[in-house]
């Protein structure tokens, strides 16, 4: 009995490209081009680039979404805060590719910014021409079920913020990650097919990540010449997570000894990632890859985790000579030491208590709403904020409940603390849901570096894994479900990982009709 085998290399785009379905796509995609350039006050590199990237996502769809994943890890949603005597301004801050096209062109109501333009336009043309080749199918994947409850939990904890008298637009910007990350997630379900896009995909994650360790780089050493002191970070809050990743990405295909190419790429530019993880000087990260190592430990075979044991063995005295040196030192080169030593040593001076005592300040006022209204929560877009109770940081500014030292525009609507802010804003259906996602997740990447063959293929499966685990372990002292691009790069690494057993059934049924 002879089996269909999905061949990656046959490019059906090709015979459907004079299609009517294929003219609708690119016709539907173009408009979303003209809602960018025609009445927005974009550079004219920008209108230019909008339009050569929405072809590119009408002509490659999966080329396109590695393009829309590059430019959301390249780019900041935020600026750079240093807080510090300089405040750094890269061009990287001044496009328009995380702005709501409402507010940058005359489209009321119109709420897309253009990477999700650039999403959006990926799925049309991948869709159509599945749909015309007779080739379309639904992949929900694994991970399905528990999007599914999450994302009807967070439309219910939305209607009922808007109900009750919350914004509509702190609402949507509350929640839009998590809808991205569900989005993102189904694409990737769907368009990864084959070896070549998993690697791609991941070429397309270093290369990005290496164009902002070098900004890290360009910012800690011209601008501020190695000194960290006076100022918070060189880097945007997410970069933290995302540095984090290569060094993490780099052991386990060491572990698995896959993917020599990709491995020896990160093997050398490890100081480079080493260095830009520092100078993010992002606490919950260094705290969050930490805990990763000793789950890593417990997932791995035994023979695997023993070689770690060993190495960690070996590297323990030169771990704590390093600690006990620099434990009350404040040059750059401990700032390792520092960022830990700020979490559990209390009574310090300086930004790092001031920030300990803020995140004290929301966790009490977010208990107290959760006790408040435990089974529904507030509702998006209402505050959290109410009463007063004040803080004296170093510098005698007063700090009090109503968060006013802090210059986010969004402080009173979303919390350091997502985890708790979830629950206070979502009610105990949310955060249910959410955690149900999350241990299914961690348990299906679990089982997939216990099952799968390819090397290659459980290192991406324990990496996902272990991401997941440090976004929980950050996102409980950072603002990391709210922000797009780390959502987005979850959910694309999410999506993949689901489609990791199907690609290496199609690789043994591809290896067996060869062997024939």
């Known amino acids: 009995m002879s089996e269909t085998i999905w061949d990656a290399n046959v490019r059906p785009a090709r015979r459907i490209g004079e299609g009517t379905w294929q003219l609708i796509a ?76 409402n507010s940058v062109a005359r489209l009321p109501g119109f709420y897309l910014n253009f990477m999700e333009v650039m999403l959006v336009t990926c799925w049309l043309s991948w869709s159509v021409r599945r749909l015309k080749a007779g080739t379309l199918q639904w992949r929900g994947g694994a991970l399905a079920l528990p999007l599914a409850i999450l994302g009807l939990a967070l439309v219910a904890a939305v209607m009922r913020g808007v109900a009750t008298g919350g914004l509509w637009k702190i609402a949507l910007w509350s929640t839009r990650g998590l809808f991205q990350l569900i989005i993102v997630y189904l694409l990737a379900a769907h368009m990864m097919e084959s070896r070549s896009q998993v690697r791609a995909l991941f070429w397309t994650i270093i290369g990005a990540l290496i164009f902002r360790a070098l900004m890290a780089l360009y910012h800690l050493g011209v601008i501020f010449k190695f000194s960290l002191e006076s100022v918070d970070s060189v880097t945007t809050h997410e970069e933290g997570i995302f540095f984090a990743s290569m060094l993490l990405f780099w052991m386990v295909l060491q572990i698995y000894r896959a993917e020599p190419a990709q491995r020896r790429t990160l093997a050398v530019l490890l100081p480079l990632f080493v260095i830009a993880f520092i100078a993010a000087k992002r606490r919950a990260a260094m705290v969050a890859l930490i805990c990763a190592i000793p789950y890593l430990l417990m997932i791995v075979d035994w023979r695997r985790a023993r070689r770690l044991l060993m190495a960690g063995f070996l590297a323990l005295p030169l771990l704590l000579v390093y600690t006990v040196a620099f434990w009350n030192s404040t040059s750059t080169v401990a700032l390792p030491v520092a960022l830990v030593r700020s979490l559990f040593v209390a009574g310090q001076v300086g930004r790092m208590e001031t920030s300990n005592l803020y ?154 009709s060869a062997s024939k």
């Open 359 to 512: 995140r004290l300040v929301e966790n009490e006022i977010l208990t107290s709403r959760i006790r408040q209204s435990p089974l529904t929560g507030l509702g998006f877009g209402h505050v959290f904020v109410y009463g007063r109770r004040t803080i004296v940081d170093e510098s005698g500014k007063t700090m009090a409940t109503d968060l006013a030292v802090s210059t986010f525009p969004l402080a009173h609507y979303i919390a350091h603390n997502q985890i708790l802010w979830l629950w206070a804003m979502g009610g105990l259906l949310l955060f249910g849901a959410f955690w149900f996602f999350v241990t299914f997740a961690v348990a299906h990447g679990t089982r997939l570096v216990r099952t799968l063959q390819t090397p290659y293929f459980k290192a991406v499966a324990l990496l996902v894994t272990l991401l997941v685990c440090m976004q929980m372990l950050v996102s409980y002292g950072d603002q990391q479900l709210t922000e797009y691009r780390t959502m987005v790069y979850l959910g694309l690494l999410l999506g993949t990982m689901v489609r990791l057993p199907a690609i290496e059934r199609q690789e043994a049924l591809q290896g067996g």
């Open 26 to 101: 690119a016709s539907l995609s173009l408009l979303f081009g003209l809602f960018c350039i025609r009445w927005a006050p974009l550079l004219a590199f920008e209108a230019a680039a909008a339009l050569a990237l929405l072809a590119l996502c009408i002509a490659r769809p999966f080329t396109g979404l590695l393009a829309a994943l590059a430019l959301t890890l390249g780019l900041d949603q935020i600026g750079i805060s240093t807080n510090g005597p300089i405040e750094l301004d890269p061009f990287t801050e001044k496009t328009h590719f995380f702005v709501n096209l």
